[in-house]
């Protein structure tokens, strides 16, 4: 009876074990820091977008813009680059996967590791990369020039539309490898023996049982090349394509090369809105895709 009384006099004396912090005060910091990084910088574009040279709040800068022929030139070259070099990524990346990831050969492995250091390549380098190859002094058309006596070689091409899809393909073809490979290591290979036997070829094989298999990688990585060749803008750059001009070209032609920022911005909010839209329908296609 003693020890008994002893002990709860003991536990009112103790004292009171501190509250936990509610979880909105974990949250608060982050939140902070975002808000002050890049939703406050984005709120100033967005602002800015609606402020014209003359002052005051205006949706004038948005019917400006809108009405120009450079905006609508932008757009159209912007969808149509972004939707060929997705297209391209897409028929090249299954292309090579099935390859990497059915035809054995020697340095398979290594081709598929290097794909995943490739990723984090700066698009300019293999901008650069083409240029020294397919350049107007390239080694393409320098050897053709050596060969001929021409005063410059047919390789003009990357200064062109083309030029800049070209190099968008080859830049963004890994990032659909990459979920495909990680898909086709989880396929049953027991199927593609049992199809093989029964007299099934190469062709009917892949068009069977490995494409039905890709298709949520392939959308997945398509979904994600369109987001970012929307926002692409080292390539256009130093390809030196004169003649395209993309949204992101056009918004640093806006507000560097004319000082227009109220124009500059409205392009920034149409190219952020779309890219929102965009990105929202790859993480919806990632997540059905598992990926």
């Known amino acids: 009876m003693a020890s008994a009384t002893a002990v709860a006099a003991t536990a009112r004396t103790a004292p009171a074990a501190p509250r936990s912090l509610p979880r909105w005060l974990w949250a608060l910091p982050p939140v902070t820091v975002l808000a002050l990084v890049f939703l406050y910088p984005l709120a100033l574009v967005v602002q800015q977008s609606f402020t014209p040279d003359t002052g005051g709040m205006s949706v004038a800068p948005y019917t400006q813009v809108f009405a120009s022929d450079a905006f609508r030139q932008a757009l159209t070259t912007t969808v149509w680059l972004a939707v060929g070099s997705t297209a391209g990524c897409l028929v090249l990346g299954f292309a090579l996967a ?12 290594a081709v598929a590791r290097f ?3 490739f990723l984090s390549f700066p698009s300019f380098l293999i ?6 190859v397919y350049g107007s002094v390239g080694m393409a058309n320098g050897a053709w020039t050596d060969m001929t006596g021409a005063h410059q070689g047919p390789f003009q091409f990357l200064t062109t539309p083309w030029g800049v899809l070209l190099a968008e393909i080859t830049y963004f073809t890994p990032f659909v490898m990459r979920p495909l490979l990680a898909a086709f290591s989880q396929l049953d290979t027991a ?3 049992v199809a093989s036997s029964l007299g099934a070829g190469p062709a009917r094989i892949v068009r069977r049982i490995i494409l039905p298999e890709a298709l949520p990688a392939l959308a997945a990585g398509g979904s994600l090349v369109l987001v970012m060749c929307l926002n692409e803008f080292g390539i256009v750059l130093f ?9 992101p070209m056009l918004v640093y032609s806006k507000a560097i090369l004319e000082s227009d920022y109220p124009a500059a911005c409205v392009v920034a909010v149409v ?21």
């Open 98 to 109: 099935v390859v990497i990831a059915f035809v054995p050969f020697p340095g398979g492995k």
């Open 191 to 193: 199927q593609l023996e």
């Open 115 to 117: 794909i995943d250091v």
């Open 127 to 132: 901008t650069l990369a083409l240029l020294f």
């Open 239 to 247: 390809t030196g394509a004169k003649g395209v001009t993309t949204l």
């Open 271 to 291: 190219n952020v809105a779309i890219s929102v839209g965009l990105y929202s329908l790859y993480r919806m296609v990632a997540r059905r895709a598992g990926a």
